[in-house]
């Protein structure tokens, strides 16, 4: 399955969720998450994204390697709604779309 990484996180640009055919995207505050139960492989969100942060789970980078577990546990989690038409990213998508090490802004 495909995964969302860090690059999201305080982005939340959402191009993704449109193009998806399984809908299978799940929104909390300032980061979504893949469904991997439900994504069927077939890539097309990947370059929807304009910060790449979603890779496939068998060629993601070590260390973001803790997202694959993350997307999974936080698909399942009731607070966190499937998403499936785009909105506007988060307010401050300039100034953190170039960070590194935004897993501490994560919000559940
Ligand atoms: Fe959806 Fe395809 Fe992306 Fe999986 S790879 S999340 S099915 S668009
Ligand atoms: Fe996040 Fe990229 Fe989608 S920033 S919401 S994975 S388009």
């Not at 505050?29 to 994504?39: L, W």
């Not at 260390?63 to 694959?68: G, K, N, T």
């Not at 546990?73 to 300039?94: F, G, M, N, V, Y």
Request: hydrophobic residues 40%; charged residues 20%; glycine residues 2%.
């Amino acid at each position: 399955a495909f995964v969302v990484t860090e690059s999201c996180i305080a982005c939340k640009y959402t191009d993704c969720v449109s193009v998806c055919p399984m809908e299978c995207f799940f929104e909390g505050p300032n980061f979504m998450v893949i469904n991997p139960d439900e994504c069927i492989d077939c890539s097309i969100c990947v370059g929807q994204c304009p910060v790449g942060a979603i890779v496939e789970a068998s060629e993601i980078a070590p260390d973001q390697a803790h997202f694959v577990q993350l997307n999974r546990d936080l698909s399942h989690d009731p607070r966190w709604k499937r998403i499936t038409q785009a909105k506007p990213p988060l307010p401050e998508h300039e100034v953190w779309a170039a960070a590194k090490n935004k897993l501490h802004l994560l919000k559940q």
